[in-house]
């Protein structure tokens, strides 16, 4: 993949600041699933592929939750397409939404459950479904 110049130092400081860990919408996830009684690691490196990360991973159960974002994973609701550097920028996009097939179909490979969301959806709702995946017998019985 070449290097793209940035469209401007405003671009080159904002894309320097994403975080890519401990997002906004993760931590919200961890806070409810720490309240409800569940122990989890964080950022837990991926069983065979060490440059990738789990965000929230119960390694006992083998559960490996992702909360993508929409910008960066190509959500079908909110994902937009940069205008500066368009054809660098599809390129990157569409290497990431590979890399997350990828990484999900070893993990499944390995014998894990994973569970995606997208950063938009309620904490809540992502926080319940997960703790429905971890009370159902096919986790429980691992």
């Known amino acids: 993949m070449s290097t793209a110049k940035p469209s401007s130092p405003g671009v080159s400081a904002r894309m320097s600041r994403q975080a890519r860990r401990d997002t906004t919408p993760e931590v919200a996830v961890r806070k409810l699933l720490h309240a409800a009684g569940y122990r989890y690691r964080i950022n ?9 990360t789990i965000d929230i991973a119960f390694t006992r159960a083998k559960v490996a939750v992702m909360i993508d974002g929409c910008f960066w994973h190509g959500c079908p609701e909110h994902a937009t397409q940069p205008k500066a550097n368009s054809e660098w920028w599809r390129v990157k996009l569409d290497r990431n939404m590979a890399r997350d097939v990828e990484t999900t179909a070893h993990l499944t490979a390995a014998g ?30 691992k």
């Open 44 to 52: 837990e490196r991926v069983p065979g592929m060490s440059r990738r």
């Open 112 to 141: 894990w459950t994973v569970l995606r969301f997208w950063e938009h959806e309620s904490a809540e709702d992502v926080a319940n479904k997960i703790a429905a995946t971890m009370r159902s017998p096919s986790v429980t019985n």
